[in-house]
């Protein structure tokens, strides 16, 4: 009885609670070779398990189910968007997941856009499921690198180019 006392008691501890980072960080480059703005959101894998089981339903399975990890890249893209400086939705493409390491990775992308002086970026993944879920988008265009940073009740983030 000791032995089920102690495991419970780990099991829920604020140090076996505190391995949710509740931190997503997406990069969004430019790739010279095919013209395209590729996106890589990459999440932590604790995260992802937590997520899925209130997100879709308490035996989902991230790690070992193939369907569940489809069904939570499905909910990172209809989460995430990227419009021209003038608010035109840029036309996302679902490229593919995996899982590698200890994170969950989600990748999409779209051409580049004939001129791009600016971008407005949304990113709610997770945080309609967490209000204290950070997400960090690095767009890398170029030589520059602008960084958003989507918390507490942030929507929309801008990026400007010409300056």
């Known amino acids: ?3 089920v006392l102690a495991a419970a008691t780990a099991l829920y501890s604020p140090a076996t609670l505190a391995h949710q980072q509740k931190l997503a960080l997406s990069k ?4 010279p070779r095919t013209d395209m703005l590729e996106i ?10 937590h997520a899925v089981k209130e997100i879709f339903k308490s035996d989902a399975d991230i790690i070992q189910s193939l369907e569940t990890q489809a069904q939570f890249a ?3 893209y209809a989460r995430f968007g990227i419009y021209k400086a003038n608010g035109e939705a840029l036309d996302l493409v679902e490229v593919g ?5 200890k994170h969950f990775w989600v ?18 993944a997770l945080r309609d499921i967490w209000f204290a879920q950070s997400n960090t988008v690095n767009i890398e265009i170029g030589d520059k690198i602008k960084t958003l940073s989507f918390t507490d009740n942030t929507e929309v983030l801008s990026v400007n180019f010409t300056q």
């Open 1 to 3: 009885m000791m032995f």
């Open 28 to 31: 969004v480059v430019v790739n």
């Open 40 to 49: 890589m959101h990459r999440f932590e894998l604790h995260d992802a398990e």
């Open 74 to 76: 499905q909910y990172v």
């Open 97 to 101: 997941f995996e899982i590698e390491g």
């Open 107 to 124: 990748y999409q992308e779209t051409p580049l856009p004939d001129s791009l002086e600016g971008l407005q970026v949304v990113h709610n």
